[in-house]
């Protein structure tokens, strides 16, 4: 998008078709170049929704010290990852930032101070999806960090701050895995399709649940869910982005799931739409 329409529309404050709020399981890095049903099913989503004017992802691999926003006119394509083939490292996604809304989530969040970052860029759990999403580069993008002094409940009440940018043409997405425990991954059935763990997949039914019934209590309280969900969410890090998402929920609206299939047996795919 023209950056100068951006910014317009930014500032004025203008009124535009609500967008939905997206909350993606990411998985593994390699889903940036594979050819597999969950990037299908990505590139479905981007023909399905109305097109944005920006976007702002909440992304699972940046946590800071305080709450920050990207702020520079192109980010830079981060690999924060070892160990893959080096074709997943000469990918990049050359699409443009945006100050503009940078400068408007520090003006619509006032629960704390939002830093205003030049330096981060996109990391993997923003770019791998987006680009599937938006394979042209053609929607300008930030991420915004996870304060890891915040409490889940805190993150939430922050999530819902962001809501007067859903009218402005600006899609939400949270990016992580509702089920993320790396260390229990079954190498063994890595390449087995739809293989879960029975606690993961007991875990993935009861976080379903719970957001069906719109019962974001005990989303937050997620540790109080017993030991199935203590060991899908060891860390809290590919969790919260889904609170961010799930806080922009209006009490009318919707919600959807997509990509609901385990991998590796410690971790799930499963996203929702809003809206």
Known sequence: MNQNKLKDLIGSGEST????????????????????????????????IPWPRAILCISAHWETSGTLVT?????????????????????????QGSPELAYDVKRTITS???????????????????????PGADVPVIEMSLDWHLTPQNHYELGTEL?????????????????????????DH?????????????ANEIFK?????????DLINYP?????????VPTPDHYLPLLYSLALK???????????????????MTSIRIG
């Open 112 to 134: 704390t101070e939002v830093g205003l970052d030049e330096k981060w860029g996109l990391d993997h759990g923003a770019w791998s999806v987006i680009r599937n999403i938006y």
């Open 17 to 48: 078709e609500m967008m939905p709020v997206l909350f993606v399981g990411h998985g593994s890095p390699m889903n940036a170049i594979e050819e597999n049903e969950f990037v299908l099913s990505w590139r479905e989503l981007g023909k399905s």
């Open 224 to 232: 109080r869910l017993g030991i199935d969900v203590q060991m899908a």
């Open 71 to 95: 702020a520079m006119h192109k980010p830079s394509t981060i690999h924060d990852f070892g160990g893959f083939p080096p074709e997943l490292y000469n990918v990049q996604y050359p699409v």
């Open 250 to 268: 209006e009490e009318n609206e919707t919600i959807s799931f997509f990509n609901d299939k385990p991998v590796m047996g410690s971790l799930s």
């Open 209 to 217: 649940g719970l957001i069906r019934g719109n019962n974001h209590k």
């Open 163 to 187: 809501a007067p940018l859903r009218k402005k043409g600006v899609l939400i997405i949270g990016s992580g895995n509702i089920v993320h425990n790396l260390r229990m991954i079954a190498w």
């Open 190 to 202: 890595a390449t087995e399709p739809d293989y879960g763990f029975d606690w993961a997949l007991r």
